[in-house]
Structure formats: structure tokens, C-alpha cells
């Protein structure tokens, strides 16, 4: 079954670096997108991304957050100076459009990178 | 925005009882989505509801989307230790991004 691969498992980092995240979603899934999920608590959009631009963003998607998709397969999100609260499990999912009478809009989602901010 | 309100928040229950979880949408949803999450895991698709009052049922489990399309459950019936994780609603309006629940996290003892 294809899935959506993400890398790193678990990245830690310190407080004002950089961070890039990594995704390779399912090849035929046109929409991509990141969800993060802080330890115990709901799963929280941060972006969408269409056609090689963003099609929809978050409050929490701010300045600090950017999203590139640098090549076929691979769609990255960087945090560019990392805060404490940016501690949480990022997933990386995908689908294939976003029409729900032929289920297209079901989220894959891969099995997420956890980030460590010290 | 759009809220997606889920409750309850925890649930444990004796292995064979039944469970129920409920979501509430502040606003009309072109659909929702149920997801299951296994502790240290990640969200996975379970069904999707899209008309008006519909249910659906995949063995033990029986989903309903409300007439208004605003609210949703899912009810396991005779709940096993395989049931056990966390149960996220999510709802849209078309072309918006998923919204999710704050999800309820079931546990089960035998």
C-alpha cells in the first residue's frame, strides 16, 4: 500500500536553529500538507500546499514556518529559528484532490517527525 | 473559524461494553472524517460520511452524520483491547483545509 514517508523520526534541535523537516508524499496525490500534534493534544493544521503554492495556511504557520516542494517527489517545511513551543510531532499527509464525493480529500499521512526543541 | 468540538475526552470501559464518542461542528460541514490514532502512532483513515444523515457501519462500528451536517458519531459496539487509541473527527467545508476534533482517547481493560 503506498504510504508517506517522512524524515527524520526525531530530530532534536536548539532553541533559534533551523530545522527542515522532510516528506515524500504518495506519488500520484496532487495536495500535500502539514499537520503538527503537540504530545496528548489534537492534531493541528499548519498548511496546504497545491500546485506548487500554498493554498491554505494557519494562524500558527507564521513568518518562522516556510513549505517547498524542491523537487518531484520530496515536500520539506522549515522552521527557521525554533522556539520551545515548536516542540511537537509534525506529520507530513497527502491526498489526492480535495472533492469529497470521490473520497479524494482522505488524508494519507505519514508517520511523523518528532521534534525536540532544548 | 471553523471549531470542531469532540467529547468526551477520555473514555475507559470493561472489554465488551460499548463506546461512543460525538463531534460537533460550529459550522456546516461538506463532510467529515473519522481517524484512528494507536498510541505513538499516526492518524489513520477510518470513513468518510458526506450526505445528509447518513450511517455507516465497518463491522463493530457504526458512524452517523447528522441531518443539519453539523454533528457526527461513531459508536463501537462489544469493545475489544484491539479498539484501544484515539478516535479524531475531522470536517471541512469545500476546499478548506481538515479540520480535527481534539480527538477522545479510548482505553479498554480485559
Known amino acids: 500500500e503506498p504510504e508517506v514517508t517522512q524524515t527524520p523520526s526525531h530530530q532534536v534541535t536548539q532553541m533559534g536553529q533551523e530545522v527542515i523537516l522532510r516528506c515524500v508524499p504518495i506519488s500520484n496525490h496532487l495536495y500535500f500538507y502539514w499537520y503538527r500534534q503537540i504530545l496528548g493534544q489534537k492534531v493541528e493544521f499548519l498548511v496546504s500546499?497545491?500546485?506548487?503554492?500554498?493554498?491554505?495556511k494557519s494562524e500558527i504557520f507564521d513568518d518562522q514556518f516556510s513549505v517547498e516542494r524542491p523537487d518531484g517527489s520530496n515536500f520539506t517545511l522549515k522552521i527557521r529559528s525554533t522556539k520551545l513551543e515548536d516542540s511537537a510531532m509534525y506529520f507530513c499527509?497527502?491526498?489526492?484532490?480535495?472533492?469529497?464525493?470521490?473520497?479524494?480529500?482522505?488524508?494519507?499521512f505519514g508517520a511523523g517527525s518528532r521534534l525536540t526543541v532544548l | 473559524g471553523q471549531q470542531v468540538m469532540q467529547i468526551p475526552q477520555y473514555q475507559h470501559v470493561q472489554e465488551g461494553e460499548d463506546f461512543t464518542t460525538y463531534c460537533n461542528s460550529s459550522t456546516t460541514l461538506s463532510n467529515i472524517q473519522w481517524y484512528k490514532q494507536r498510541p505513538g502512532g499516526h492518524p489513520v483513515f477510518l470513513i468518510q460520511l458526506v450526505k445528509s444523515g447518513e450511517v455507516k457501519k465497518q463491522k463493530r462500528l457504526t458512524f452517523q452524520f447528522g441531518e443539519a451536517k453539523k454533528n457526527s458519531s461513531l459508536h463501537i459496539t462489544a469493545t475489544q483491547t484491539t479498539d484501544v487509541g484515539t478516535y479524531f473527527c475531522a470536517g471541512n467545508q469545500a476546499g478548506t483545509a481538515l479540520i480535527f476534533g481534539k480527538g477522545t482517547t479510548l482505553s479498554v481493560s480485559s
Open positions: 499527509a497527502s491526498s489526492e484532490g480535495t472533492g469529497p464525493l470521490s473520497g479524494a480529500n482522505v488524508l494519507t
Open positions: 500546499f497545491y500546485n506548487n503554492e500554498i493554498s491554505e
